[in-house]
């Protein structure tokens, strides 16, 4: 049986790991992360295929810290290889003050990733005149490369009360420092992204026929959350919020029909035949007692992207097998 006949599309694919991320090496290797319900530790996972990390071995890389800085929610890990090394971009917050949540990044300069040393290189370092990145609760931090030059996005909240998270760009100089001051690529602006909370974030970068999509979660993490999207030209200056269209409506949303609640924190990877995938978390209930963000069954599932005549991602709870 082939691997393709193996996976099942929108279903829970690994249970109980939120924020998925998978990671397709150059030599073929598939790499898993995620949140995981205890939020207290870094996993990582592989497999030849994207089907087999479902049943593959998880190993523990990293643990959360007794008591201060990343002693106590540790969220949304990211694995990405760059300049001959592996990185683990993650947040992390202060059990003495459990919200103060920032972004932190770990090192690995060995072949494998899970057997390999890592190293913390402590919190992501701004850019030399930039004053305000990284002081407010900041966290899903990616990294993406276009034209030669590599960037980060993250969100980060401002203002007063409950707050608002943005989500924010700017061009790297190091793997683990920004060189270029904070531009804010979008904020809540519509009600589909104010249920709860006023919140952007989780992104996640996909590229076609030279668009560059950004997609990103928004709302509270229960049946509200859903998924958004920014498209810019790869030729454009990616710095100038105007570069980038933002959707007017979520490109993907709790749908009753398909028992699927709380769809969101995507990333996307390519199976062995090298079509697109959403690798996405989502509940199958549609009611949570509690706090959501508590609830540990948020699993991990797979969907492919449809490109549409146009050229952009759809995103569909009736693609692929069911």
Known sequence: MTAEKQLKYNEPWILQRADPYVYKHTDGTYYFTASVPEYDRIVL??????????????????HKHEEGPMSVHIWA??????DGAWYIYYAGGDKDNIWEIRPYVLQCKDEDPIT???????????????????????LDGTVFENKGERYYVWAEKVGVGRQISNLYIAKMETPWKLATVQVMLTTPDYDWERVGYWVNEGPSVIK???????????????KPYCMGMLTADEDSDLLDPKSWTKERYPVLESDEKAGIYGPGHNSFTVDEEGRDICVYHARNEETIVGDPLYNPNRHARLMPVVWDSEGRPTFSFDSGDK
């Open 45 to 62: 996972r592989k497999s030849d295929t994207l089907a087999g990390l479902a049943d593959a071995e998880e190993t523990e890389i990293w």
């Open 77 to 82: 890990p990211e694995l990405h290889y760059l």
């Open 116 to 138: 390999g040393t890592w190293t913390e290189l402590g919190k992501i370092q701004r850019a030399d005149k930039d004053e305000f990145s990284f002081e407010a609760f900041s």
């Open 208 to 222: 076609h026929g030279g668009k560059i999509f950004l997609t990103y979660s928004a709302s509270e993490t229960g």
